[in-house]
């Protein structure tokens, strides 16, 4: 079955350092999201992205953050600078094309930010 | 803005037995979509049931069902004949009706761990 998957599993990196977190959705899909968990909070939405640009972001996607899919298979989410209060799961979700439809969601990529 | 408010953080149940998680809303939609996702220890999210706010009757996929007040903002998961496989965390979230890129911002709460006992 077609999964969402996503790398690193964990990393751990100096507070200011960039962070390139990766995805590769479902094949077929046509929307892509990211989405993060502060340990002991709620899953968040950060970004979605369709026809190749940014169709929604939330008040956390600021300056620091970017995505891009540079090849039609990956999407990354690109943090800058790092802060410590960016040490949270990131997880990338991918949807086909249907209203109100089901998110598929990678297992996610843990970051931690020292 | 939208909330979503799951008021157990953790719950337990025998195997074979019933068990129901409770979430509440706050939407000004009037169209929307309310979803049940399953997050597996060390595993990814799968959404377990899908409810649609215009459609009166509750979904249900197997042994899994919801309770869907719409005009009490409630949306209750009940998991029939518990199975060890279905410890999880379990997040219910919204999702307001959109088009094209402006759907998928989905809203969590902040999830019902589930352990199922032997």
């Known amino acids: 079955e077609p999964e969402v998957t996503q790398t690193p599993s964990h990393q751990v990196t100096q507070m200011g350092q960039e962070v390139i977190l990766r995805c590769v959705p479902i094949s077929n899909h046509l929307y892509f999201y990211w989405y993060r968990q ?17 169709s929604e972001k ?5 300056d620091q953050f970017s995505v891009e899919r540079p090849d039609g298979s990956n999407f990354t989410l690109k943090i800058r600078s790092t802060k410590l209060e960016d040490s949270a799961m990131y997880f990338c979700a ?4 249907e209203v109100g439809g089901e998110l598929f969601f990678g297992e996610g990529s843990r970051l931690t930010v020292l | 803005a939208q909330t979503v408010t ?3 953080p953790e719950m337990s149940v025998q195997e074979a037995e019933t068990v129901t998680l409770s979430c509440t809303y706050d939407t000004s939609e009037n169209n929307y979509y309310l979803f049940w996702y399953k997050q597996p220890p060390s595993r990814q999210m799968i959404l377990v049931i899908r409810q649609e706010a215009y459609k009166q009757q509750n979904a249900t996929e197997n042994r899994f069902s919801v309770n869907f007040q719409k005009a009490a903002k409630s ?5 029939s004949d518990s199975q060890l496989g279905d410890t999880a965390m ?12 402006s759907q998928g911002n989905l809203i969590f709460g902040k999830g019902t761990k589930l352990s199922v006992k032997p």
């Open chain 1, 94 to 97: 991918s949807m086909l094309a």
């Open chain 1, 58 to 62: 939330s008040e956390i996607f600021d």
């Open chain 2, 75 to 79: 949306f209750s998961l009940k998991i």
């Open chain 1, 38 to 54: 502060i340990l002991g909070q709620k899953v968040e939405f950060l970004v979605s992205f369709y026809n190749n640009e940014i």
């Open chain 2, 6 to 8: 799951q008021s157990q």
């Open chain 2, 90 to 101: 379990y997040f219910c979230a919204f999702m307001k009706h959109g088009y094209g890129g």
